[in-house]
């Protein structure tokens, strides 16, 4: 048995979140590979939104097994949080939501040390979102880490504090001001929470359930763009956000991998710093911002709008193998007279197809313009029923990633969406 990998193609916010809770009936397992809180996936149903951090988007199926794997980071604080939201929604994760011995815990200082590197940097700051990420992984890497299987072993207080203390030194190379003592005291309960979940080896466990035959969806965080090696570096997030972070995320191997399933807006978004070759800093951006309601799940950022940019899906198609493509947000595009695509780049004055490495140097994108549609498309549910007009753009994409668009997301409900 395989198991199906879904990501997204861009620089994240491309709608992971409702496409899982779409896709969760068809499965037995859902399971987050990398990331973590930095991460926002929204759900709407029933007249109820919800965003996720940490939690895999399979939540709001009672019947659908959920695994945090170990390429995850972990905030105690913001997964009781997460906790405390889905049981005003009489949400019960306590028997179908597990979590990986491996995952890493980012710890308040954590937070305060990727804080204080930020401000350090002014001008050329990242963009990060200042949850603690980077510094996590990167103790993660530099062998310092503290884990999930650590909170529930005799002298987890100690390496704790020797970790914090160690962090305290890193601090006094900035000039910032921080209180560790209050969020330390709720990260703490935070601790206490996660040691009420199911506490597992997660390689084993999913290879368990290959074996028998049950169906696993892996789920991705932020975007293809922001890999840590093949992303826009280094406005870039600290994981691999692409389909080979499941199989260091989860335990898995290469050829344990099924569909692999890309979503990507009909547009293009970013949060924070970085190039962004097709951004629209005019009154057409501001549209797409006002009618996508772009503004970060995690952080409340505007986001950066922009038309689709096809050399950075290709690259992202190539990278992750993807079999099938997801659209979504395509209802945003209603009521642009014209509609932009961009084709090819000019950079250094040379026409190219892809993306380069060069990314963060200046870049000239050459777009193709399509006819826009009036149509509100929000309530159309049968693929033939959409305007010609965006059909047209569809198909169009399609034949140049050569993979098909099986699904069509015409709104944020998990009603809104079209299968193909």
């Known amino acids: 048995m395989k198991l199906d990998v879904l990501l997204g193609l861009q620089w994240g916010d491309e709608g992971k979140g409702k496409i899982v809770d779409v896709l969760a009936p068809n499965y037995d397992v859902i399971a987050r590979f ?32 959920n695994i945090i794997g170990n390429g995850v980071v972990i905030d105690p604080v913001i997964f009781m949080k997460e ?13 179908n939501l597990f979590i990986s011995k491996r995952a ?14 930020e401000a350090a940097k002014g001008k050329t700051k990242i963009g990060s979102t200042l949850k603690g990420i980077g510094p996590t992984y990167m103790d993660k890497t530099g062998r310092n880490g503290l884990r999930i299987g650590d909170i529930i072993n005799q002298g987890f207080k100690e390496k704790y504090n020797a970790l914090t203390n160690k962090h305290k030194d890193l601090l006094k190379q900035y ?18 929470l996660i040691k009420k979940f199911r506490l597992i ?4 466990e999913i290879n368990k ?7 696993i969806l892996a789920e991705g965080a932020q975007g293809t763009l922001l890999d840590i090696d093949f992303g826009s570096y280094p406005f870039v997030t600290s994981s691999n956000t692409i389909c080979a972070g499941a199989c260091t995320g989860l335990g898995i191997a290469p050829n344990k991998i099924g569909n692999v399933i890309g979503i990507f807006k009909a547009y293009c978004t970013r949060v924070g710093s970085g190039p962004f070759p097709t951004e629209l800093e005019n009154t057409e951006g501001e549209t797409l911002r006002k009618q996508g309601h772009e503004f970060g799940a995690t952080t409340g950022r505007p986001r950066r709008c922009g038309w689709l940019d096809l050399p950075a899906l290709k690259y992202a198609v190539m990278l992750n193998g ?30 190219i197809n892809y993306l380069p490495y060069e990314i963060n140097e200046p870049i000239e994108p050459i777009f193709k313009e399509f006819k826009g549609w009036k149509i509100d498309i929000s309530k159309i549910d049968k693929f033939e029923n959409l305007p010609n007009e965006f059909k047209e753009y569809l198909i169009y994409i399609e034949k140049e990633v050569n993979v098909p668009i099986k699904v069509v997301s015409v709104g944020p409900n998990r009603e809104q969406t079209i299968l193909r």
Not at 104 to 117: E, G, K, M, Q, Y
Not at 322 to 345: M, N, P, Q, S
């Open 209 to 215: 359930y290959l074996n028998e035959e049950k169906l």
């Open 83 to 95: 906790i405390e939201e889905l049981s005003k929604l009489n949400v019960d994760l306590t028997k």
């Open 322 to 351: 993807v079999t099938e493509l997801i659209v979504t947000k395509a209802d945003v595009l209603t009521g642009f007279e014209t509609i932009k695509v961009c084709t090819h780049y000019i950079l250094n004055g040379k026409e």
């Open 104 to 117: 890493h815990l980012i710890l308040p200082s954590h937070r305060i040390l990727d804080a204080a590197s």
């Open 34 to 65: 990398q990331g973590g809180p930095n991460a926002g996936h929204t759900l709407e149903f029933n007249d109820i939104k919800h965003v996720l951090h940490t939690i895999p988007s399979g939540v709001f199926r009672p019947e659908t097994i």
């Open 201 to 204: 080896e997660s390689e084993h």
């Open 175 to 192: 000039d910032f001001d921080y209180n560790l003592s209050e969020y330390e005291e709720t990260w703490f309960k935070g601790i206490e």
